[in-house]
């Protein structure tokens, strides 16, 4: 365990926290502007408030899981990590210390992964505050 938070806190101390146009240009160049017909401001909305567009974002859930990333990825359903109990189903087959990057691709990918098999409404953070909302403001001049 305490390897464990000791490797958090080295990524942490790495970690990027993109500017919301940054993140934006960076979504749509990896193809997510459309993907599964969400929107690109639906997805930076999802970041802002999954993990405040912060790559080493970590949240730890009353289940035993961990949520990894700037998309905040599950451990118990789609990356490994060695502490989630229980059965894990691993989908995006990633190791979860991979979606804390800067390197966003492999958590672009997994997402995609997720929006394929869940939709969007996977993630409670859209659901509560970018469902039914006008998220065009999310990516209001960024000169896309």
């Excluded at 464990?4 to 970690?15: M, Q, T």
């Excluded at 990633?94 to 939709?119: F, M, Y």
């Amino acid at each position: 365990m305490k390897v464990f938070v000791f490797l958090l806190v080295i990524l942490a101390a790495h970690a990027k926290v993109f500017e919301r146009c940054e993140l934006a240009r960076a979504l749509k160049a990896s193809g997510m502007s459309g993907y599964e017909g969400i929107s690109l401001g639906d997805w930076v909305c999802l970041t802002r408030w999954e993990s405040s567009y912060n790559t080493a974002a970590t949240n730890h859930n009353t289940d035993g899981s961990t949520d990894y990333g700037i998309f905040q990825i599950n451990s118990r359903y789609w990356c490994h990590d060695e502490h989630t109990p229980g059965r894990t189903s691993n989908g995006c087959e990633i190791n979860c210390s991979q979606l804390l990057s800067n390197d966003i691709s492999l958590s672009v990918n997994c997402a995609k992964i997720i929006a394929r098999k869940q939709g969007i409404s996977a993630w409670y953070g859209w659901r509560y505050h970018c469902q039914n909302q006008d998220v065009s403001q999310y990516i209001a001049g960024c000169g896309l």
